[in-house]
């Protein structure tokens, strides 16, 4: 408690919550803290400091706006200025320079310091990006982290005398841009390594379906070799080609829009600097609740946050730190994160709580193809040594005799010892969402192969089968022929 005892009376201060960073993290911290600023009596002083000059932004929505579904500037929810008619000191351009924990201040660009109480860090990532690209100062060449990036990328590709794009990254980031382009009639190229699409969220044979579908149906073409980009070339200022790979397997391909959209390091300069601890995949660790602590120190820090893309989650199959680096683990994040703020001011340990092990439940629509994935795939059990079994099955999602009836490809992977779902990933172009978070919780709660198989479901032809496609990809992974 802040006290001024001044001549004998005691007057409590507002607690000072100061926020680094204004994306997804940031500002959902921020939204939960305003939903609950009436559980303190004394009142709470909310600060957010970002470099952007907009207020809530939508990133997830951005590669939508730019295949044109909608204007980029839809994807603002909220301006600065709702946020500073709520009393937030909301600050838009502008850089944080520093933050010392022996002072409790932020340091920003100008020179001002701003003390906190409670200090939460939400620096986002960046992309990795070739020297190469790094090095050039030419017009064309752009990540996309966020709206400004957007802006940039629909302006290039809208110039009318753009024709070739050139994508560097087959995440889903990567592919959504990728699609972009190539529906905007541009020729696209997509540069990443082997052997398939999406490998953190993918099995190669099921990335292989989705290659095959942006292939086909929206002429994308795939490099997928260990090469990167050694030269940018241009004229007149703006990017006409990119170099990948050197001496004789060099090859120069045209691109009038390069997109760098790989490798998402998290930004833990600020936090680092600071002597806050990161850990072994590059992002700031943190206990369960969300507190840092010091480089090699034992206890974690009590008034200081960190959430969001810079932070490390815990697997919840590996038990290894990793990056979730998703839109849905950051709002868990946040609420703990508001959650263990009120809890700590009000000194009420029921309003604690804590952050569940991660399973990255993922889904994105890829040009008409959803693409969906939970848990780990078959390599990253394996790097953690753990042994599995898998089940692999197609199958429509409603009654065959049914118009318009689509197929759905479902891959399930079970720990060998107790054959309990570790992962699921699947393809098709309806009922993926649903399906991710259903095998999510069926993950938890540690269902077996056999107990899958024997699951009761709901039933109505216009809707689904008698005879799911979960059910056959159970009985494939433990040697049982479905029935058909
Ligand atoms: C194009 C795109 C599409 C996506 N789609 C999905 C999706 O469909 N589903 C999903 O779950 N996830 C999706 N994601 C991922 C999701 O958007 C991110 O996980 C989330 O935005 C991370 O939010 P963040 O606040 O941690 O980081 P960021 O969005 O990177 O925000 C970091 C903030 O910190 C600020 N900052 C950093 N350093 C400083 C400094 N020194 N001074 C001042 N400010 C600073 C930045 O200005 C920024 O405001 C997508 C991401 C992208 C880029």
Same mark, same amino acid.
């Given at each position: 408690m802040n006290e001024n005892r001044n001549k004998g009376v005691v007057i409590k201060?507002?607690?000072?919550?100061?926020?680094?960073?204004?994306g997804i993290a940031g500002i959902y911290v921020l939204r939960n803290l305003l939903a609950r600023r009436?559980?303190?009596?004394?009142?709470?002083?909310?600060?957010l400091i970002k470099r952007?000059? !907009? *207020?809530?932004?939508?990133?997830?929505?951005?590669?939508?706006?730019?295949?044109?579904?909608?204007?980029?500037?839809?994807?603002?929810?909220? #301006?600065?200025k709702f946020f500073l008619d709520q009393g937030v000191d909301f600050r838009t #351009?502008?850089?944080? &320079?520093?933050?010392?924990? #022996?002072?409790?201040?932020?340091?920003?660009?100008?020179?001002e310091e701003l003390r906190y109480d409670y200090l939460v860090i939400a620096t986002g990532r960046?992309? =990795?990006?070739?020297?190469?690209?790094?090095? !050039?100062?030419?017009?064309?060449?752009?990540?996309?982290?966020?709206?400004?990036?957007?802006?940039?990328?629909?302006?290039?590709?809208?110039?009318?005398?753009?024709?070739?794009? %050139?994508?560097? *990254?087959?995440?889903?980031?990567?592919?959504?841009?990728?699609?972009?382009?190539? +529906?905007?009639?541009l020729n696209t190229t997509v540069l990443g390594g082997p052997p398939s699409l999406l490998p953190s969220s993918l099995d190669p044979d099921m990335g292989d379906m989705v290659k095959k579908w942006l292939e086909e149906r929206h002429g994308i073409r795939f490099i997928l070799e260990r090469k990167e980009i050694t030269a940018v070339k241009g004229e007149g200022g703006r990017v006409k080609s990119v170099v990948i790979g050197e001496g004789t397997a060099a090859k120069e391909l045209p691109a009038d829009v390069v997109v760098i959209a790989r490798g998402m390091?998290?930004? &833990?300069?600020?936090?680092?600097?600071?002597?806050? #601890?990161?850990?072994?995949?590059?992002?700031?660790?943190?206990? =369960?609740?969300?507190?840092?602590?010091?480089?090699?120190?034992?206890?974690?820090?009590?008034?200081? %946050?960190s959430l969001g893309d810079c932070t490390e989650?815990?697997?919840?199959? &590996?038990?290894?730190?990793?990056? =979730?680096?998703?839109? =849905?683990?950051?709002?868990?994040?946040?609420?703990?994160?508001?959650?263990?703020?009120?809890s700590d001011i009000n000194a009420n340990p029921s309003l604690y709580s804590i952050c569940e092990p991660c399973l990255s439940p993922t889904v994105a629509e890829i040009g008409g193809l959803l693409v969906g994935s939970v848990g780990v795939t078959s390599e990253t059990a394996a790097r953690?040594?753990?042994? +599995?079994? !898998? *089940?692999?099955? &197609?199958?429509?999602?409603?009654?065959?005799? %049914?118009?318009?009836?689509?197929?759905?490809?479902?891959k399930l992977l079970f720990e060998a010892y107790t054959h309990k779902l570790i992962g699921a990933q699947m393809v098709g172009e309806s009922t993926v969402a649903e399906r991710v978070n259903e095998l999510e919780l069926a993950i938890r709660a540690g269902m077996t192969a056999e107990e899958m198989r024997n699951t009761e479901r709901c039933y109505d032809p216009s809707l689904s089968l008698l005879i799911d496609v979960t059910i056959d990809a159970a009985e494939k992974a433990i040697g049982i022929t479905p029935v058909y």
């Open positions: 201060m507002a607690k000072k919550v100061v926020i680094v960073g204004g009436d559980a303190v009596a004394e009142g709470l002083d909310l600060t952007e000059r !907009s *207020g809530w932004v939508s990133t997830c929505g951005l590669p939508f706006a730019l295949r044109g579904w909608y204007e980029i500037k839809r994807t603002e929810i909220n #301006e600065p #351009e502008t850089e944080v &320079t520093k933050l010392s924990l #022996e002072d409790k201040t932020v340091t920003l660009g100008t020179g960046t992309p =990795s990006v070739p020297d190469a690209v790094a090095e !050039s100062e030419l017009e064309g060449v752009y990540t996309f982290n966020n709206e400004i990036d957007a802006e940039k990328i629909e302006a290039a590709m809208g110039t009318g005398d753009a024709k070739n794009a %050139f994508v560097r *990254g087959r995440g889903i980031i990567g592919l959504q841009a990728a699609v972009a382009f190539a +529906t905007r009639g390091k998290p930004n &833990t300069k600020l936090a680092a600097d600071a002597g806050i #601890e990161t850990g072994e995949r590059g992002g700031i660790v943190t206990d =369960s609740a969300m507190h840092v602590k010091k480089k090699g120190g034992r206890s974690y820090l009590r008034d200081v %946050f989650v815990i697997d919840a199959i &590996t038990h290894r730190p990793r990056l =979730s680096q998703l839109a =849905s683990t950051v709002v868990v994040q946040a609420k703990v994160v508001a959650d263990n703020i009120l953690a040594g753990i042994k +599995t079994m !898998s *089940g692999v099955a &197609t199958k429509l999602v409603k009654a065959r005799y %049914f118009p318009g009836a689509k197929p759905l490809t479902l």
